[in-house]
């Protein structure tokens, strides 16, 4: 076989092999010419300098360590599909540089032509040299080339230079020999390549003679197990068939007929192989949707088969079940057959249908947490700035020299800085971080206090029924909250009824036990008081029920509403661990339900009372906390109009220092909550340290579950809701100073 007529694949195997060959004979192929190399720095010392026979020398130990380099990265390579033609270069590059190397020595300690015999010697050695190392090289086509040519040219060059009949006698040799190296290398390398072929054909040969005896040894085996597997097949598809706990059927394709059922359609259907033998399923009607029917077929018919098709069917007691149909075409006793295969997933549809309706409910919760968390962050900024406009448009009212004009203008903008406190207040309802105070409330006696007022907020048009429930237990929730949910419910209801109508509110005592919650997951188990509001209004479609709790949305033309109001009820009901529910449809109305966990047992104090009269003031000594700077200076003249020594600071940091250094008494710190370096909280406690019966009070457009958990403050914290007034300034300062105990607990 020619190398030429060769593909790619076995040449390269080729050039693998030969490069491998190569290799292993490298150590001896760099042993020789160092010995040579000895031998002839021998024979030139005294006659050539010893420091150019020393430079030599050096050359040709720079060429042993590289091929005992190659030897050595070569020795690592473990795959037999190796770059041949890669290492073949760099072994040929060796060759050629060490061809060099060697020619180079013609040039540096070669002898000067008047030791003749000398000059013998190096050809000698070169040409002994070049014999005992073509063998081994001639396993790469131009190894012995690399090698020799530019050695043995070099000295026939230098020969020819030094003139003389001795100089070109020995030069004309030195190229005859040159080309006899190569002829014979080149021979050689012929020789070395046909015995690889040769093996790699024989070992092919070998392979497919193995190949051949497995083949006949597989065919004859198989052969052997043909007639049993066959049989064992059939055995497993009858007991497949019987024992499957899916329905399957065989029918005719020509015309439906059943000629076979198992025990699974039996179980699923009802029906036995009395009832369907002889029958098609139209006449057992058992498809429930029959245009399904239509198509399945068509689809069958098509392509063959069908398969993982959700259809419904009838079962024998009249039962709708859901089942995954498929069905292939088969060829039995010369006839064509229907194979069907029907799984009831009836159960995992239901569940399927649960599982999404949670995951819609977990996605809607996540959505308004985190619209919640934006709510707190806006309210927190938005409530510093109506503070500055709220106390510094009092201040200016108290100043003598105002007109008519102008005081009413300040009025306006109070009024304005309050309408817009209460929108943040709403946002904070909608977050869920509302500061509130929650009380044992009765539900009944909260709303019947509230009937006038929503009575005049609905108008005359609409009649209002209030249906309190008997024996109802109370809940704890701040009763401005009540108030917040009713408002809303019953203006929202009032806005959807056209002319006349009716609201209804009602309330009774509602038990949750496991089978309730069944349809309402997230209640827990216990006892909940129910307050419904119904309105004989337009009613919601499904997408605008989606969407009434989202902050903004609103179906009013604009300018109507901010639609905050519903959002602002749902935040209201989950930061009481309530639940609210919500049924609708166009045209038949609305019915809000909303529940509250009942409060069992327990009692509350009496909350507090304001003691009646003018503004109250003091002479104390107050250290102010807050990190805004229009805040701060705003606090800060507040207080001193009302008579009190302000240590004010804008950092927690810098406040933990004055209070360590101011000489006298500080009666109570007033500190802003959300702060860098440190929240309030800590700030409390740093300065506890220094002084032990420091009393506190928080301001802040919310807790940020600092001193609250969802907004409902913790037991015994004094708290003012940023945007204040003066007057209510004033009030909570000296209610905190006149409190006995208000020093023993610790913010």
């Known amino acids: 076989m020619k190398l030429s007529m060769m593909n790619k694949n076995c040449r390269d195997r080729i050039l693998r092999e030969q490069v491998r060959l190569a290799m292993q004979q490298l150590p001896m192929t760099l042993i020789a010419p160092l010995v040579a190399a000895l031998v002839l720095a021998l024979a030139a010392c005294g006659v050539v300098a010893g420091g150019r026979i020393l430079v030599w020398i050096s050359m040709v130990l720079v060429t042993v360590l590289g091929g005992t380099f190659l030897h050595l990265q070569f020795r690592k390579v473990r795959d037999d599909a190796f770059n041949g033609e890669h290492w073949q270069n760099l072994y040929l590059t060796l060759n050629l540089i060490t061809g060099i190397v060697w020619g180079a020595s013609a040039f540096i300690i070669f002898p000067p032509i008047d030791h003749p015999g000398l000059i013998f010697l190096f050809f000698l050695v070169i040409a002994c040299l070049s014999t005992t190392t073509t063998l081994p090289y001639s396993s790469l086509k131009f190894g012995p080339a690399a090698w020799a040519g530019p050695a043995v040219l070099a000295y026939a060059l230098r020969c020819c230079m030094e003139g003389g009949e001795l100089g070109y006698t020995i030069g004309m040799l030195g190229v005859l020999f040159l080309f006899s190296v190569i002829i014979f290398g080149l021979k050689h390398n012929r020789f070395i390549t046909s015995g690889i072929v040769l093996r790699f054909e024989n070992l092919e040969l070998l392979e497919e003679v193995r190949r051949v005896n497995d083949s006949i040894s597989r065919e004859i085996t198989e052969r052997k197990l043909a007639q049993k597997t066959l049989e064992e097949s059939e055995e497993r598809f009858r007991l497949a068939f019987r024992t499957s706990p899916d329905s399957i059927g065989l029918n005719r394709l020509s015309d439906g007929m059943f000629i076979d059922i198992n025990e699974g359609f039996t179980k699923i259907t009802g029906y036995t192989s009395d009832d369907v033998m002889g029958k098609t399923a139209l006449e057992l009607d058992i498809w429930n949707d029959l245009k399904a029917r239509e198509r399945f077929r068509a689809s069958l018919e098509g392509s063959g088969f069908v398969e993982n098709v959700e259809a419904e069917f009838r079962a024998k007691d009249g039962r709708v079940l859901t089942g995954l149909m498929s069905a292939r075409i088969l060829r039995i006793n010369q006839e064509d057959m229907i194979l069907n295969i029907a799984r009831d997933i009836s159960a995992w549809k239901k569940t399927e249908e649960e599982k999404k309706k949670l995951e819609t409910e977990l996605f809607f919760s996540q959505k308004m947490e985190s619209v919640g968390r934006l709510a707190g962050g806006v309210a927190h900024d938005f409530n510093n700035m109506l503070s500055v406009i709220i106390g510094r448009a009092e201040m200016a009212m108290h100043c003598g020299i105002l007109n008519d004009g102008l005081r009413q203008n300040l009025n306006e903008i109070i009024h304005a800085a309050q309408r817009s406190a209460e929108l943040t207040r709403q946002l904070l309802a909608f977050a869920s971080k509302q500061s509130i105070s929650p009380k044992i409330t009765d539900l009944n006696e909260t709303i019947s206090g509230m009937l006038i007022m929503l009575r005049r907020l609905i108008g005359e048009d609409i009649d209002l029924s209030w249906m309190p429930g008997i024996d109802l237990p109370k809940v704890r929730i701040d009763p401005s909250q009540i108030d917040q949910i009713l408002v809303n419910l019953v203006v929202n209801a009032r806005d959807s009824i056209s002319g006349a109508g009716n609201i209804t509110v009602r309330t009774d005592s509602f038990a949750v036990d496991e089978a309730a919650r069944a349809g309402k997951p997230e209640l827990t188990a216990g006892r909940y008081v129910l307050l419904t509001v119904n309105d004989t209004g337009a009613g919601m479609t499904r997408e605008v029920r989606e969407k009434i709790f989202e902050p903004f949305f609103t179906t009013k033309e604009l300018g109507q509403g901010t639609g905050l109001g519903l959002s602002s009820v749902y935040g209201i009901v989950k930061q009481n661990n309530g639940f609210i529910d919500v049924v609708s449809q166009p045209e038949k109305g609305a019915t809000f339900k909303i529940y509250l966990p009942a409060f069992e047992n327990g009692t509350e104090a009496a909350p507090e009372k304001k003691a009646p009269g003018d503004r109250p003031t003091g002479a104390e000594t107050i250290l102010l906390v807050e990190d805004n700077e229009a805040v701060l200076d705003l606090s800060k003249s507040m207080i001193e109009m009302l008579g009190y020594t302000v240590l004010a600071s804008d950092a927690p940091a810098r406040a933990i220092t004055l209070a360590a250094t101011y000489p006298g008494d500080i009666d ?55 945007p204040f007034g003066i007057d209510d300034l004033a009030q909570k300062v000296r209610q905190v100073l006149d409190r006995p105990d208000g020093d023993l607990v610790p913010g």
Do not use: C, W
């Open 668 to 722: 109570l710190l007033i500190t802003d909550i959300i702060m860098p370096e440190m929240n309030g909280r800590e700030l409390v406690e740093n300065l506890h340290r220094i002084r032990p019966g420091l009393k506190s009070l928080y301001m802040s457009g919310y807790t940020a579950n600092v001193i609250s958990d969802r907004g409902i403050l913790e037991e015994n914290v004094n708290f003012i809701q940023k």
